[in-house]
């Protein structure tokens, strides 16, 4: 899946280098977007929208966007994707999992075209994969939680159960635990990216539950409004979602996609595009935490912000040993840090949170 940083950008396959007419040629980069929900104004397709227009904003004319939002994963994916490259987009950028797949299917029909993939595992010639390290994200927007629970029950409404997810999941936990050993996690699964009727719901049962944190692994805003309507605290994802729960927003852990965007296109007209693996967090400015909520004591703040300086640092890992899952297996032991190749396989809860992990 991932493995290096956005610094570092490990090439994967062949050294290929793209030449792009339309860049010779002194006409504007097509570069075509495949979004999975609807652009909206929060949330993951939001941030992608958002890098996408960094990219616009760096490049000028140089480059003429296109997008398609609210695409299913699977044959209207495959179906977009080939239209995209068969029109003259030179650079295209499909932004769910889901989408894997279907762009490696299309990508050897047209390999004069550059192809990146987000959040994925699997790479080809023209086909680059990238990633944000969320977990960081989450363990410190953890920490937060961790200390204005008051019934140390945290709700997490998860998409799917695939190793990115639990990632969060996982990392989510960890970061409360750290300062409250008391705190525990209920998990509601909603087997979608984006459906804000299923998310709500899941977020009204684990707060029926006891949970007075909640939080998501989804697309939109729903769980932050029903966390605001309930009253109770929640941690956005994605992006800042504070003004959907001007209250009950604690922080979140949000992702920033335009340096890569505008990397990816300015080395396609110089004719130097390679397909690579990058997976950045917050030291490569690719995942950062959101305000923390005035409510949040000001020691809570600080503790915050010296674990994210161990974390750009290299001094901490989220998933540094003891690691243990919910069933008491060790999966790191002490002195031991969890590997990227560890991590894009993870399949297990950690300690603190509750039940059994479904199959994907």
């Known amino acids: 899946m991932r493995r290096m940083t956005w610094v570092t950008m490990l090439v994967v396959g062949a ?10 040629a002194g006409e504007a980069l097509k570069v075509g977007f495949v979004y999975v929900s609807p652009i909206g104004d929060a949330g993951w397709t939001f941030q992608h929208d958002l890098g996408r227009k960094a990219m616009e904003q760096a490049l000028g004319n140089k480059v003429a966007t296109k997008y398609v939002e609210n695409v299913p994963e699977g044959a209207d994916a495959e179906r977009i ?101 008391a705190a525990e996690m209920k998990v509601v699964w909603v087997n979608s990216w984006f459906d804000p009727g299923k998310e709500r719901e899941a977020a009204v049962t684990l707060i029926a539950q006891g949970a007075d944190v909640v939080t998501h692994h989804t697309d939109s805003t729903a769980v932050v409004q029903a966390a605001e309507e309930k009253g109770v605290w929640a941690v956005g994802y994605h992006s800042d979602m504070s003004k959907y729960g001007p209250k009950a927003h604690l922080t979140a852990a949000t992702h920033l996609w335009g340096d890569i965007y505008t990397k990816a296109a300015q080395d396609v007209l110089a004719g130097k595009w390679k397909p690579m693996n990058v997976w950045g967090g917050i030291k490569d400015k690719m995942v950062k935490l959101a305000p923390i909520n005035a409510a949040v004591p000001a020691e809570v703040k600080d503790q915050v912000a010296k674990v994210e300086k161990e974390i750009v640092a290299g001094k901490f890992h989220p998933f540094a040993g003891p690691v243990k899952d919910n069933e008491g297996k060790e999966r790191v032991a002490a002195g031991k840090t969890m590997s990227d190749d560890e991590m894009q396989k993870m399949d297990f809860y950690v300690d603190g949170v509750q039940g059994k992990l479904p199959k994907p």
């Not at 050294?15 to 010779?24: E, H, I, N, P, T």
């Not at 080809?124 to 977990?135: D, E, M, P």
């Not at 997490?156 to 997810?165: K, S």
């Open 15 to 24: 050294a290929l280098l793209f030449a792009v007419g339309a860049a010779q």
């Open 81 to 181: 994707i080939r239209e995209l490259a068969s029109s003259g987009h030179k650079l295209i950028l499909t932004t769910s999992f889901g989408y894997m797949n279907p762009t490696i299917k299309v990508a050897p029909q047209f390999p004069n075209v550059a192809f990146m993939h987000a959040t994925g595992y699997k790479s080809a010639k023209n086909v680059g994969i990238y990633n944000a390290r969320f977990y960081e994200g989450r363990y410190l927007a953890g920490i937060v939680a961790g200390k204005m629970t008051k019934k140390n029950v945290a709700g997490y409404v998860g998409a799917f159960p695939i190793p990115e997810v639990l990632q969060g999941i996982n990392a989510f936990m960890r970061g409360m635990k750290s300062v409250n050993p």
